[in-house]
């Protein structure tokens, strides 16, 4: 870990700007349907207060698109935190305007003030640089500790830090210890599995892991990509025609490495997208005209979990087949499964899909860690750098 991290600064009587991932689900009536995002930032938010910081939150929920919009407010938000935090939490009622400042100029330790969706202003995403400035205005430190938002160079995740010492909070440390130590220094056999729709979506991802991995499961939708690469049909199931070649070299590469790179023996398909539509088991070269894979099969489950129990280390990102339909679950459910029952073997979700799949399944709590960032993950899966990471000191 060689950024500065809260345990490295003084916070003492001194204002901190916390960049927190608040981008929790609402229902209709706007009540928070899931606190997982808000629960992760308590660690930090809790150690700052105890060091006598005076602690100024932000955070983007939804996508308002630089407009105020009343069912993308904090205010939901602002009154779970001070439930969990047994102190009021006042909620400014712009980003860095009047009420920002009037509620951040007289604070006392142990005061905590939340700035209204920083997506409400239209330079946030812009990176625009008055924006950091005004950030920058209200506080003395600045601390990032939203790792789902650290691959966007926005205001409030890197911009400001050019204007205030920085350090990242646990949730940020924790994600890095992790998903470093994984990549750079796994305990092997090390199995990755990917799944998801699309091989475009994950060829950085693919490309790297097949570097550091002994065996790549895949699943999902990608793997008809690669089935037709090898000539045979799939139906209407989800294929990028103009990735077939791709597909390939890939495959070449696994083999090049000497990666045990295995696709699904057998598939579940559907003849529609819909929960209750007719269904069969057939063998991947098998997929009839007008019929879509949707879930790996039972030789492909017995196949993986096998392939699973040997590992001392491993990484999944997105669900082998479609999740949301239950009858199309069995595959996610079955990998989720084995990997909660694995023992002595660090199991390490990638945030996204996976992460709701396994979350769905009530096997979160059995799981090594869970990445509270997808494309975030990715993107340091990838090996690609992570503004809100980079801007954050050295030590």
């Excluded at 090898?230 to 083999?255: F, R, T």
């Excluded at 996976?354 to 090996?383: N, Q, W």
Aim: charged share 25%; net charge negative; aromatic share 6%.
């Amino acid at each position: 870990m060689s950024k500065v991290t809260i345990r490295d600064i003084d916070v003492n009587g001194k204002k901190v700007l916390l960049r927190c991932d608040f981008n929790v689900p609402l229902d209709e009536s706007l009540n928070i349907t899931d606190k997982t995002r808000i629960v992760a930032a308590l660690p930090t938010i809790k150690y700052l207060l105890e060091h006598n910081a005076k602690l100024i939150l932000c955070s983007h929920l939804g996508r308002p698109k630089g407009e105020v919009k009343k069912e993308f407010s904090l205010a939901p938000v602002a009154k779970e935190l001070s439930k969990e935090l047994g102190k009021e939490v006042k909620l400014a009622q712009d980003v860095t305007g009047p009420s920002a400042k009037e509620l951040t100029s007289n604070m006392k330790e142990g005061d905590v003030v939340l700035l209204e969706n920083v997506r409400f202003d239209p330079r946030e995403e812009k990176n625009d640089d008055t924006l950091s400035q005004e950030f920058a205005s209200l506080a003395d430190i600045y601390v990032n500790d939203a790792f789902g938002t650290c691959h966007r160079a926005h205001s409030s995740t890197a911009g400001v830090a050019k204007y205030l010492p920085s350090a990242c909070g646990f949730l940020i440390e924790k994600e890095l210890k992790a998903l470093g130590d994984a990549l750079n220094n796994p305990v092997r056999p090390f199995v990755a599995i990917l799944g998801g729709k699309k091989v475009s979506d994950k060829i950085g991802v693919i490309d790297s892991l097949l570097e550091k991995v002994d065996t790549l499961l895949i699943g999902g939708g990608m793997a008809y990509t690669f089935y037709k690469s090898m000539g045979y049909g799939v139906g209407n199931s989800v294929c990028e025609l103009d990735k077939l070649d791709l597909a390939k070299s890939l495959m070449q590469k696994a083999k090049d490495k000497g990666v045990k790179m295995l696709l699904p023996l057998d598939n579940k398909i559907g003849k529609e997208f819909k929960p209750d539509t007719e269904s069969k088991v057939v063998k991947y070269s098998e997929i009839p005209d007008g019929w879509e894979g949707f879930d790996i099969g039972p030789e492909t489950i017995k196949l993986y979990t096998e392939e699973l129990q040997k590992a001392k280390t491993v990484l999944w990102n997105g669900p082998v087949g479609l999740f949301e339909f239950d009858q199309f679950a069995v595959g996610t459910n079955a990998i989720a499964n084995c990997l909660a029952n694995l023992t002595d073997c660090t199991t390490i979700i990638g945030g996204g899909d996976s992460a709701a799949a396994v979350t769905k399944a009530g096997l979160a709590d059995k799981m090594s860690h869970i990445s509270t960032g997808g494309g975030a993950s990715l993107e340091f899966i990838e090996g690609k750098k992570l503004p809100g990471i980079e801007c954050i000191q050295d030590k």
